[in-house]
């Protein structure tokens, strides 16, 4: 079930990325300071993957700035897709830095990778922090009920993932193996794809207003209603935050105003308490057979 969140919970959604923004900036530094330092290219890749942290961490706090408007002339509905499109453009921003660590790492094929214990404390470091901001990211993703932030959540733990992957990489490589280096980039390129396509996943049927129940049962639910003659269009889609429903039906013509309003009235009960549909637009239509 979803929460309506209120526009004081939205700026705690912009403070929470604002300290994961500053966490990242420093991860990246770090990493990048120990990828140049050791010539690693799984490492190199890896700081570039939390550099699309930091920009995501940006974007996504402008998109809710955004998304907290109230509804206006020119967005009738409220701006709650534009968190969606965030979590488009983010899976848009990881699918890219995949192909370039892919790039990367062949072109590095090879190349003597350095041992240092400063860095490798640097990373084990990095890592440490990257699950304590999963975990607290994950939280409040779910008490605040807001997808950007489950999505950037989402990449941090992918960060957590490479780093665990470059760590052991580049360890091996230092001790003489460097095919193992662009071996283990390779391995975080195809991580960074996986993570792209389930933010895909998430994102596009919302911003292409897909439904997630099947005509067919909305109908049923509606038709069991006493006084409905027939369901005609039925409509929904999820907005990101809610479901909504447009629903047209017939009744009787001898109805008067006010039964056909306890009528509409029914059938949104049936929707919030079968489907979690709270936005419904019901259109009540004569039966002029009879």
Avoid at 177 to 198: G, Q
Wanted: aromatic share 8%; net charge negative; glycine share 4%.
């Amino acid at each position: 079930m979803y929460i309506v969140v209120n526009k004081g919970e939205k700026m705690h959604v912009r403070k929470v990325l604002l300290i994961e923004g500053s966490a990242n900036a420093l991860i990246t530094a770090s990493k990048m300071t120990v990828g140049l330092m050791t010539g690693s290219a799984a490492v190199i890749a890896d700081a570039v993957h939390s550099l699309t942290d930091l920009a995501n961490n940006l974007f996504a706090w402008l998109v809710v700035k955004i998304a907290e408007s109230p509804a206006d002339s020119s967005h009738p509905y409220g701006h709650q897709k534009f968190e969606q499109l965030a979590v488009f453009g983010l899976a848009s921003l990881l699918t890219i830095v995949a192909f370039e660590v892919i790039v990367n790492a062949v072109e590095r094929f090879g190349q003597p990778v350095e041992q240092s214990m400063l860095g490798l404390v640097i990373l084990i470091c990095s890592l440490v922090i990257n699950i304590a901001l999963t975990f607290w990211e994950r939280y409040w993703a779910k008490r605040l009920v807001s997808e950007i932030l489950l999505a950037d959540a989402t990449h941090t733990f992918s960060d957590v993932l490479t780093s665990a992957v470059v760590i052991v990489g580049w360890q091996l490589a230092a001790r003489g193996y460097y095919w193992i280096d662009t071996l283990f980039a390779l391995i975080v390129s195809s991580i960074i794809f996986y993570l792209a396509f389930k933010l895909f996943q998430r994102a596009i049927p919302v911003l292409v207003d897909c439904s997630s129940y099947p005509p067919e049962a909305l109908k049923a639910a509606v038709n069991n209603i006493p006084d409905v003659i027939n369901v005609g269009n039925i409509r929904s889609r999820d907005t990101g935050k809610e479901q909504v429903a447009d629903v047209t039906v017939t009744v009787c013509s001898n109805l008067s105003t006010f039964e056909s309003h306890q009528i509409a009235d029914k059938i949104e009960s049936v929707l919030a308490d079968k489907f979690d549909i709270h936005d419904v637009v019901v259109h009540i239509e004569p039966d002029v057979d009879q």
